[in-house]
């Protein structure tokens, strides 16, 4: 492969000047950039789009004020090229860059040369720009935010009729918290607290009020000092869960005073706040402990604080606690004092950094840990005595994510323990507070016996928590609308370290989830990764796949772009250095990595570009559109993205995306490490099925992954017909790997899905033999070839419980028949034998469809001990067909007795997979809305889940408008949910593809 040389730049001196004097080459460069200013875009004009648009005034803007911020990113128009791998290892991973190699000298159809352009767009040095019609195209990436005007404040009444000072959902900035001491006397008999906190605060503005926030506690004493100390009257304003306390004399900014509350309140009953947890021990007994879990709003509920992730403070912690139970909190226990009630106080080192409210956290419990020495932490998994020997694996694998991450940001984790602790009732995966972790049991627990991919999930989740050690709780996000600063980092860094760190894990998986979050951000009710966020039910529903992995898939892009192995590192140790201890905005973390306007144009508004190629003769163009599934109604924020296109071809490719005739295909996106859809047209859809049938090793497995996704991406838009889809598959016969054969085994199901849900009409009814005919036919030969026994390799695991788990459900004899025998075998063995964990699920699923050994099912899982097999085992239960059983076990999820509540979520979506299963669970969602949000926040990831497992399904009007109906009917109880929107969309878009593509899969059939 020929680098980018001088002989191919003479073609550019046909553009302004100032375009070349940007250049920056060197001689035989391994990389090439050519710098040109940015583009400015109200020199952008344009038309609908049957037109052709050209790019005017290029390289003649003069200079604003924004451009100069924008300087870094002119590059965007010009254009890098890197000769990267030649061959596919299944070591090149794109969380860790890879070494460019220094030649390819030796191009032929069998080398893969991967370009990276770096681009808004190009087309061989013709900007062609397509715009769709009424899009107004702003300055997307060097947009200056607008501030809100003030208005006139309303104040509401507080509960006792006065007046409440403050009107805005936010604190006002006068006061800032300096240090929280904090009492807490929890009674586990009661399932009640006291509390006493005494918040010291500095005046930072001339002001007559202070005011923080409380809910659901009893506030039975208040003082307050500034100089003398003197009783005060709180005033309480429940609906913003905000207190306040209104001066005679205004304090002076510099001044520093104390507010002193005592207070009284009920341990909570959900999972938030401080709340109440158990357990049943080995004897039968119930075993009742206490936990906290704040983000993001319930700090407030455990005691009065200013809980807004920007004032953050220390905190000294004192717990009191029966003499038989341990306590744990942030930081390393000081000292332990008994008190004249019998009780003991345990009181911890006052934390030695400033934290945000929301990572505050103690626990009150008789867990047993095991320790051990990681550079200067001690670190320690706690569990419940009886899973002690279920923790080994998490200590092994958090003390070496600890050093990893220690010499990767090259800052050391501050603290000098650091606990991971498994809460038998916990609704996260699991949570980061400082120090002091907690998970869900099925999150941190493994026996040694555990298969590979079990290990893997509790691998990244103590990954992601360690990250956050770093991203979240030592720099963090100012507001939870930049809450991707926290998530989409986490979620990177978990991917990265574990490619890093554990490489046999094997975690392709991720393309998988990056696919959905796609998906989820081509509809028109998504949102920008950084959003407004103006009330709690909003600052809930960040917690989503667009936070966390779009997030994370616009930092994997850019490591991917910026030249150099180090650059993106070197760039995130300069955030971590020069924000340590603060808050940020998105803005500061682009500026440290210097991609201020290229990454704007990704945080800044919503959705994702659709990358279009046609090629004609040697010369490729490509354009870019807003990719929206929805066009009626739509709202398009901006048209325009800062793509750094990557790309593989069966040949080398020269300078500009102009391919020699003789080069065949053309894949864009390579290894899916952009965040784009690409649509190659009739011809390059063609050729590329081509290739893949004479041989599939010519892409990667998450290349091949994505041209699956983003083809029925496509043919959902309308681009592309459901036969181009089906001609697609047909290589999948050659499939070997987990990711291509997950992803469209994943999207076929959606589709059968939906077929399935229209049973009342007898032209779906004729569908269903072509879902049994399809998949056998297309995967039969795979199916069959999957081994029964133990196997070690994740992606082989992968691969196995993704084919057997659809066989299984198309009834496939064989399937059914190994299945069955395993679970026979499990029973009568009393325990000793083991399924391997990768097929638990599919054994459970099929033990659970008949009769008796569902009653058996029901019985181990109430016996077993083991977590993860425990919840393969409730999926199992809650696949059944049997209505009274679904109804009973939809009910046991709400009641929480036999089966915890915090799985209702997973409970609800497995059964939601079965007919049946789907109209019973929405008319217990509508049943029992009310007792729903009271268990899961409204707009909380859970409810999230809830409301798309029991919607995405229908496709008639008559199920829109029922939708519909019942949530307006919801009014303030979650109306409003980002997700309603959500689901109502995607009816509206299934309802379209159903009228669009019934008679073609007839006609096809
Ligand atoms: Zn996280």
Redesign the pocket.
């Known amino acids: 492969c020929r680098r980018f040389t001088n002989r191919k730049l003479k073609k550019l001196t046909n553009l302004p000047r100032n375009m070349i004097e940007n250049s920056m080459f060197e001689e035989e460069p391994d990389v090439v950039d050519l710098t040109f200013p940015a583009l400015d875009p109200d020199e952008v004009v344009y038309e609908p789009r049957s037109s052709r648009l050209l790019v005017r005034g290029l390289g003649e803007n003069d200079m604003d004020e924004d451009d100069e911020d924008c300087e870094s990113s002119a590059r965007l128009l010009g254009m890098s090229f890197m000769n990267r791998s030649s061959a596919h290892r299944s070591s090149s991973f794109p969380y860790t860059r890879q070494a460019p190699p220094r030649s390819c000298s030796r191009p032929s159809a069998r080398t893969t040369v991967v370009c990276v352009l770096f681009l808004v767009i190009v087309a061989s040095m013709t900007m062609v720009l397509y715009f769709l019609p009424g899009c107004t195209f702003t300055k997307a990436g060097c947009r200056k935010t607008n501030k809100t005007t003030p208005f006139e404040p309303v104040y509401p009444l507080s509960t006792n009729g006065k007046l409440f000072p403050w009107a805005q959902f936010r604190l006002p900035r006068s006061v800032r918290p300096v240090n929280y001491d904090l009492t807490l006397n929890p009674d586990l008999n009661n399932m009640t607290f006291t509390g006493r906190t005494v918040i010291t605060m500095s005046v930072l503005h001339n002001t007559k009020i202070i005011v923080l926030h409380s809910a659901h506690l009893n506030i039975t004493k208040a003082t307050f000092k500034v100089g003398l100390e003197g009783d005060v009257t709180v005033l309480e304003y429940q609906t913003r869960q905000q207190i306040a306390v209104q001066l005679s004399e205004e304090m002076k900014a510099g001044q520093s005073c104390v507010l002193t509350l005592d207070y009284s309140a009920s341990l909570s009953h959900t999972y938030d706040g401080f709340y109440n947890s158990s357990y049943i021990d080995k004897e039968g007994n119930k075993r009742v402990l206490a936990a906290t879990q704040f983000e993001p709003l319930s700090a407030r509920k455990a005691f009065p604080c200013f809980d807004e992730p920007a004032f953050k403070a220390t905190f000294l912690i004192k717990i009191s606690r029966k003499s038989n139970y341990t306590t744990l909190s942030n930081m390393p226990q000081v000292k332990s004092t008994p008190l004249p009630n019998g009780l003991v106080q345990d009181e911890f080192e006052k934390t030695s950094v400033n934290m945000s409210t929301y990572l505050v956290a103690f626990i009150v419990a008789d867990f047993t840990p095991i320790s051990k020495n990681v550079s200067e932490t001690l670190v320690s998994v706690y569990s419940v005595p009886e899973k002690k020997e279920h923790t080994d694996y998490a200590l092994d694998t958090a003390s070496k994510l600890l050093e990893f991450y220690n010499s990767f940001f090259e800052i050391n984790y501050p603290l000098k323990k650091l606990d991971l602790v498994a809460i038998p009732d916990f609704l996260a995966g ?1 949570m ?1 507070n400082w120090g002091l972790i907690t998970f869900r049991e099925t999150t941190l627990l493994v026996g040694n016996q555990s298969s590979p991919l079990e290990k893997q999930l509790v691998a990244s989740v103590i990954a ?2 360690l990250a ?1 050690q770093w991203f ?1 709780n030592l720099v963090t996000m100012s507001w939870w609308n930049d809450l991707w600063l ?2 989409g980092f ?2 990177y860094m978990q991917y990265m370290s574990l490619q890093t760190v554990f490489p046999t894990l094997d975690i392709v998986s991720s393309n998988i989830l990056r696919f959905r979050a796609l998906d989820k951000d081509a509809l028109n009710s998504s949102h920008a990764v950084s959003t407004e966020v103006n009330n709690p039910e909003q600052v809930e529903e960040m917690f989503d796949s667009v936070s ?1 992995e779009k997030g994370a898939s616009i930092l994997m892009m850019l490591n991917t772009w910026l030249p150099g192995k180090q650059q993106f590192r070197k760039g995130i140790i300069q955030y971590l250095k020069q924000f340590s201890g603060l808050n940020t905005d998105t803005d500061d973390l682009w500026n440290s990595l210097t991609q201020v306007c290229m990454m704007r144009s990704w945080t800044s508004q919503k959705g994702f570009p659709l990358v279009t190629v046609s090629r004609q003769g040697g010369q490729v163009t490509l354009t870019q559109e807003h990719f929206l599934l929805t066009s009626d109604k739509a709202t398009y924020t901006s048209s325009l993205w800062n793509i750094p296109v990557t790309y593989v071809t069966d040949n080398c490719s020269l300078g500009t995306l102009e391919l020699p005739e003789s080069v065949k295909w053309l894949k864009l996106n390579y290894r899916n490490t952009g965040f784009y859809i690409v649509h190659y047209g009739d011809e390059g859809w063609a050729a590329l099925k081509d290739a893949l049938s004479s041989n599939v090793q010519v892409l990667t497995q998450e290349d091949r992954a994505s041209l699956i996704h983003n083809i029925f991406a496509l043919s959902r838009l309308g681009r592309v017909s459901f036969y181009q889809v089906l001609n697609l598959l047909k290589y999948m016969s050659n499939e070997t790997e987990s990711c291509p054969v997950t992803e469209a085994l994943l999207q076929l199901n959606v589709i059968y899905r939906l077929l399935d849900k229209r049973q009342e009409d007898s032209l779906v009814a004729r569908m269903k033999p072509f879902k049994l005919h399809y998949i056998l036919y297309r995967f039969g030969s795979l199916m069959d070839n999957q081994t029964w026994g133990e196997e070690e390799s994740v992606s082989k695991q992968e691969l196995r419980s993704a084919l057997l788990g659809s066989a299984c459900s198309l009834n496939q004899e064989n399937c059914i028949q190994q299945a069955k025998a395993l679970f026979k075998h499990y029973d009568e063995s009393n325990g000793t034998s083991r399924i391997p964990g990768d097929l638990q699920q599919v054994v459970f699923t099929v033990a659970a469809q008949s009769n008796e050994d569902w009653l058996t099912l029901l019985h181990m899982y109430q016996t077993v001990t083991y977590d993860a097999e425990k919840r393969k085992m409730l999926r199992g239960l809650a696949s059944t067909q049997d209505a009274r059983r679904i109804v009973w076990i939809l009910k046991a999820g709400l009641r929480g007795d036999i089966i915890q509540t915090q799985e209702l979520p997973l409970v609800i979506s497995t059964v939601c997979n079965g007919f049946a299963g789907y109209l019973f669970a929405w008319d217990f969602i509508q049943e029992n809305w009310d007792r729903l949000i009271e268990k899961f926040p409204i707009g909380s990831y859970a409810i999230q889940t809830i409301i798309k497992s029991a919607t995405s399904q229908f496709s008639t009007q008559a199920h829109l408008d029922r939708v519909q109906g019942f949530f307006s009917s919801l009014k303030e109880r979650g109306s409003q949910m980002r997700s309603v929107q959500e689901a109502l969309e995607t009816i509206r878009l299934n309802q379209r593809w159903m009228d669009k593509n019934l008679p073609t899969l007839q006609k096809w059939l």
């Open positions: 699991a980061e992601h928590e956050h979240g926290n998530e986490a979620t966390y």
